[in-house]
Structure formats: structure tokens, C-alpha cells
């Protein structure tokens, strides 16, 4: 997850350059703390004794405010409630999440998904494995696969390319596709390869939901000043730790037909996304439907 303010100990771990959950010093705690977060887990009445092990949700959702897990449900929970306020979402809804992570949203999906079905696609092999052995999600309507792209922080060894990838999907075959801050981890031709296959991958009368950082070039907001092919970076030694755009680049990739909500840190303080970053809900098919 990106993380735009940080302080102390992620912030000198980030001056080490490395992510967090990377980090020799973070990698000798984990197992401790990983044995105190489950005691909290369960000793809690609210659901949280199913969540992911610490050590897993660090992966993807960083380390701010992890332990205990409240954090993990509800922003998954905010989530999902938002997608069903946005119309894009019901019980009978076949959902795709690429960069599912350990399952955030997942979490969250198995209290409102009846008829409709779940397929998580991820990177990372650890987050994948996580997800299969998850108790709560032993649906057989709900199916996770191990996407081979090569990335450097999560599948260094990977035998595709995030630029050409064609994923393993049916055209027309899923009504809500959703990207959680996987966007703000992604170069400017894996984007539009990703935003390409989900154009294809949607059915009609479906929709897209993607996360994004998206700067406004006048606006004073953010410090992401380095500029790597048309991707605007904060961090020039670990560019991927946080990836923004620009509205137009949006257009580029999904065409003028998106509706966006905007997160929490646009300079004119005006905050109508969930959470922090922008959101984008794309539905490319709006204008032909019944
Ligand atoms: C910040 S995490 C977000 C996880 C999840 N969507 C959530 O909101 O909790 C980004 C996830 O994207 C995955 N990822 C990174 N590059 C990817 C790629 N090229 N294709 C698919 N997943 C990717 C990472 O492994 C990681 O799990």
C-alpha cells in the first residue's frame, strides 16, 4: 500500500532502500510479533482471528497500523461498501482482482458475493499460497492464481513481462474488474498493457475500478518530481514505491468514459474516494446499454 507520509521506523527503512517487509531488521521481528498479532486476533470478537498473518498483510497493505488486524478488515470493508454504493458491485457480480495481495478486499468480498464468483490474481507466490490456505476463502466459487510477471520486489524470477502479459481470462468473461493500489506500483506500458486486458477481460454492462496517485501538474500537492518514461516517481532509488499519473493518462488507457473519486490529498482538499488514493470507475459500456 502506498504510504505518502511516513515517519520514524518506516521512514529509515525506506532511506535504506528497500520496502519494509524487506527489510533484515523487519524479517527477524515478524515471527514475534507475527505470535502476539494472532493472540490479539483472537481474542477479538469481530472477525479478525481469520485475517491473514501479520507477516503476510506487510506484503502488500504496508506497515503502518497492521497489528491487530483492524485495520486490515475495515479498509476492506470500506472498500467493498464503497463498490456496492457505486452500483458496480452486487451478490451475483463475477469479480476480478488483479494484485488481490493476501486478500483485503477478498476478506470483505465473502459477505456479499451469493451467485456471483471471486478470481484473485497476483505476483507474489507468498500471497497467493496465503490466500488458497485461507480458511475463509474455501468457496469453490472463489479461485486464486499465481500470475508469472517478473517484478523485482515481489516475483524477481518471473518468466513474463507486466508490458505484454496477456491474462489468463476470457474475453467478455468478468463484470467488475478491480486494480487496489497495484497502479501506483506499475510502469507507464505496464498500465496500458493491464488497462488493455481489462478492457478485454470486461463484460458488458460491467465496470473497472482501479486505484491510482493522480497529480494534477500544477498542483502543488505530492513530491513526485522524477520522471521515468511518463511515470512521475517520488522516490528515484526505489521508483515503484509509490507510481503517479496524471488524468490524462487515464484517458489514455481506459478512454474519456470514467468517472473519478478523488482521494485525500488533492490540493483543493476536496476528498470523495474511501481512502486516500483516487479512485477510477471505468464503464466503457455505459452509453450502448439497455
Ligand atoms: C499494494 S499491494 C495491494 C494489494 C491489494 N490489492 C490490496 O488492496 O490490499 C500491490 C499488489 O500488487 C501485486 N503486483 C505487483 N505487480 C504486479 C503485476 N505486475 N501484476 C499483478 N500483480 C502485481 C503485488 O504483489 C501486491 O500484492
Redesign the pocket.
Known sequence: ??ELKESGLISWIHRRKTVSWQHPAVRALVPVIDSVDRVVRNASSDGRSNVPRYSERI???GMRHQFGGRLFLDSGRADVAALVKQGVLSSRTDVL??????G??TTALVDVLESGTYIG????QP?IQSCTQNLLFREPTFHFEH?D?A?E???PSGGED?RSISLPLATASRDLIV????F???FTK?CEN?AREMLRILRPGGAIVVTALLIDPDSPVGDFRHDVNGAHVSAKNMPRKGVAYTRQDVTRWFGPDHMLLRGRWHADGVFEAPRQQDWVVVRPHERSSP
Open positions: 500500500m502506498v506484503r502488500s497493505n482482482d488483479i494484485g488481490c495481495g493476501v483485503r478486499l490474481l497476483d505476483v507474489d500471497s500470475l510477471a517484478s520486489l515481489y516475483n507486466s486494480a487496489m493500489s497495484l501506483t506500483h506499475l505496464e493491464y
